[in-house]
């Protein structure tokens, strides 16, 4: 078979040139599968042009970039503007208020005296437990449960609980907090002791690569002072006690808190890590100024006595309570006022509330035939009536709504004016006062005059915080049986420095001088100052004064006398006993008895009043002339001898007690 030779190939000078797709006309694309010749290969289809790329312009995104840069740069240079030039003053204190600690320097609280200068109350060496709670941070401490565990340390040394110390630690914005006051040096040893301990423990771990924690490393100390009753619970009602912040809480010391606690200064200093830097500059210290001294009127051994007196009395009678004063007649100054129950200034934490005020200047009660004394003051400055002037005393008499009665039982009694007294009769001191003018309205108005001139419901004058006025209607608000009960002490109230008040100006010649209780005051540089002069009132005569005092001395001297357990061996003593009903504070009725003595020695020559009161006695005798009548011997004689008061030169006039009717 003939072989078959393949076409021969053109040249490309032969070919045909090539149409590019721009020349070759458009042609139609018919729809429906394209045919081609078998064997030979698809043809390629005209390659696409190549695309050029066109790069954006960067001018816009300079621009942008530019203008944020210079945004950032502009808020730094304003923020710099500000912190250096404008709030510079306010970064500098703020820096120095973070580098600098102040620390208050605690003034010396002034002590308290009795008038000899022996120390009533006192203050020594104490430290305030302070503690950077910075340092009780995770960050500072190395430890997440810091305060926690710094409390469970503290809490057994401090006294107290755990959860406050604590949280009084978890206060990382402070550098300062205060976690017990006024410790004794011996509190702050023990902390001492336990931070070094931690302290060893923390330094050999540290050297072993771990944290070296301890926990205690916060706690410092400052130094303060705390205050100290040495006598404990004597005179604790006129001193009173300090509270937790160091301020007065009571009598005395809150009374005259100011010229006590005197200024307190300052000193500020660099500190680091809590503590202080002591090459720093810029150290300030504004020094402290002490406390003035305070002497008191009271004797502290006359008060010891009465304090032991009215105690053993209220223990022994089951009271509710009892007091005793007693005061110079001739200058109202107050040597002794003792309470019974009492309390512990050093530890008032402990003590019960309702021994803690003083109760002879805080409690208002009716007084009883001791208010007597003021009826017959009235009667024999208003002539009413003498000493001997005839008194015819029935068993009963009846009066407005009422039928009225001495304390027993007695035929009628032939009475004078000064027997009255004596015997204490309710019912003559009722006929007495009804002599006061000619209708009952006027000689209320009369008596009312009289008992607001003894100072009954007014405050004694001593200014003493809590002091109660008593109660003393105007006689217009009397009601019926008040205008007769008053004359004898029922119906108005007082308190016990009141009633001491009365029978002191009875000694003194009729003159009330306001009862004092400071002597003076001595500051910082030691000059002592005197206490102003106490106001002085005219009350009655002195012939009254005397007369009356001729009459209290029946009471005591003569057999037929109420107040016979008041003699004193040696002295001329006057006085007069009351039993008043009680008003019952909790109930609102009356309920028990009000016992009382009252009085002054030496009768002819004044210097010394004692007054004594028991609250509702429950075990024994009620009278006042049979459980405070030998409270007042006992007091008073004491009184008498430390004062080195001489005896009584000369006997009693004796005045009549009864006389024997005509017929």
């Not at 926690?148 to 503290?154: K, M, P, Q, S, V």
Request: proline share 9%.
């Amino acid at each position: 078979m003939p072989s078959q030779e393949p076409p021969p190939r053109r040249s490309s000078q032969d070919q045909a040139p090539r149409r590019s797709s721009r020349d070759a006309p458009e042609r139609r694309r018919v729809p429906g599968p394209a045919r081609r010749p078998p064997g030979r290969p698809a043809p390629r289809g005209p390659r696409p042009a190549p695309r050029t790329l066109r790069l954006g312009s960067p001018r816009p995104r300079l621009r942008l970039v530019s203008l944020a840069l210079t945004l950032v740069m502009l808020a730094f240079v304003v923020r710099l503007l500000q912190v250096q030039a404008v709030d510079a003053d306010a970064y500098a204190a703020k820096a120095e208020k973070s580098r600098y600690l102040s620390v208050k320097l605690a003034a010396e609280r002034g002590e308290i005296t009795d008038r000899t200068g022996i120390a009533l109350a006192t203050s020594v060496d104490a430290y305030d437990i302070t503690a950077d709670p910075k340092l009780f941070t995770p960050e500072e401490s190395k430890t997440p449960d810091a305060p926690e565990r710094a409390a469970g340390l503290l809490a057994p040394i401090l006294g107290t609980g755990a959860e406050e110390i604590a949280k009084k630690l978890r206060t990382p914005k402070s550098r300062y907090t205060v976690l017990a006051r006024r410790q004794t040096p011996q509190v702050w040893n023990q902390i001492k002791d336990l931070k070094g301990v931690f302290a060893e423990k923390a330094a050999a771990d540290k050297a072993k690569g771990g944290p070296g924690t301890n926990v205690l490393a916060g706690v410092f100390q400052e130094p303060s002072s705390k205050r100290v009753y040495p006598n404990g619970e004597l005179a604790a009602g006129i001193l009173g006690y300090v509270n937790a912040e160091g301020r007065g809480g009571g009598g005395i010391e809150s009374m005259l808190d100011k010229e006590l606690a005197g200024q307190d200064g300052e000193v500020t200093y660099a500190q680091s890590g809590g503590r202080r830097v002591p090459t720093a500059d810029g150290t300030r210290e504004t020094p402290a100024v002490p406390g003035s001294d305070i002497e008191l009127t009271i004797d502290r051994d006359i008060q010891w006595a009465a304090q032991r007196a009215i105690s053993e009395q209220v223990k022994k009678s089951k009271a509710d309570r009892g007091y005793v004063i007693v005061q110079d007649t001739r200058t109202g100054e107050i040597l002794a006022m003792a309470n019974s129950p009492g309390f512990d200034p050093n530890d008032p934490g402990r003590a019960d509330s309702a021994a803690m005020g003083n109760a002879a200047l805080q409690d208002a009660y009716e007084p009883g035939s001791t208010a007597k004394v003021m009826s017959m003051a009235a009667v024999l400055e208003e002539g009413a009536a003498t000493p001997g002037t005839h008194v015819v005393v029935p068993n009963r008499l009846h009066r407005g709504d009422r039928l009225f009665k001495d304390d027993v039982d007695h035929p009628t009694w032939y009475l004078t004016l000064n027997g009255v007294l004596a015997k204490s009769s309710n019912i003559g001191t009722i006929l007495a006062t009804g002599q006061l003018g000619k209708t009952q309205k006027q000689a209320n108005e009369v008596l009312h005059s009289y008992l607001r001139k003894f100072g009954m419901g007014s405050p004694s004058g001593l200014g003493y915080p809590g002091e109660t006025p008593g109660i003393l209607a105007p006689p217009g608000k009397w009601s019926t049986s008040q205008q007769y009960t008053i004359p004898f002490g029922q119906g108005l109230s007082l308190n016990a420095m009141q009633a001491a008040s009365v029978y002191s100006t009875i000694a003194n010649g009729g003159v009330r001088i306001e009862p004092s209780l400071v002597r003076g005051t001595k500051g910082p540089d030691g000059r002592f100052t005197a206490a102003a002069a106490p106001g002085k009132t005219r009350v009655v005569s002195e012939d009254t004064a005397r007369t009356l005092a001729t009459m209290l001395e029946s009471v005591v001297g003569d057999e037929e006398g109420t107040g016979t357990k008041a003699r004193i061996p040696g002295y001329r003593v006057a006085g007069k006993t009351g039993t008043a009903n009680r008003v019952d504070p909790e109930l609102g009725r009356y309920r028990g008895y009000t016992a009382s003595f009252a009085g002054f020695a030496p009768a002819d020559k004044p210097r010394v009043t004692v007054y004594c009161a028991i609250q509702n006695p429950t075990k024994g005798s009620y009278f006042g002339g049979q459980i405070c009548g030998p409270i007042y011997q006992e007091v008073m004689e004491f009184a008498l001898k430390t004062l080195k008061v001489p005896p009584t030169g000369k006997e009693p006039a004796g005045l009549p007690v009864t006389f024997r009717p005509s017929g």
